[in-house]
């Protein structure tokens, strides 16, 4: 039987890696507010791009509301509402939680060569 992971689309993490290198730093989950704008962690980055590819910018604006409040949960459900899979995301902010901060970066091509 063939194996099939499931992973971040090169599409989407290209406009995550736009996101992430526009930020001074990348945080751990959720993210944080900088310079008064939210700097997201890398699952939060995806969601964002996912959600604005396939949704509209007026959901990636509404993403950003819910993100500080709401925290991790937001994330998984916006990969889910961007017809992502919800442990995918999970697996972004783990990996993003447990990696230093200057080494988060490189955590977006790993989730799209899952």
Do not use: W
């Amino acid at each position: 039987m063939k194996r099939t992971s499931v992973k971040i689309p090169r599409h989407v993490a290209r406009v995550a890696q736009a996101l992430l290198r526009a930020q001074r730093s990348i945080p751990a989950s959720p993210g944080v507010i900088e310079d008064g704008k939210i700097s997201y962690c890398v699952g939060a980055a995806c969601a964002a791009a996912a959600l604005e590819i396939v949704r509209g910018a007026r959901e990636r604006e509404e993403f950003d509301r819910r993100l500080l409040c709401a925290g991790s949960s937001a994330i998984v459900e916006a990969f889910v509402s961007a017809g992502l899979d919800g442990s995918l995301a999970r697996t972004a902010i783990a990996i993003n939680d447990a990696t230093k901060g200057s080494k988060r970066i490189g955590i977006l091509r790993r989730l799209v060569l899952l």
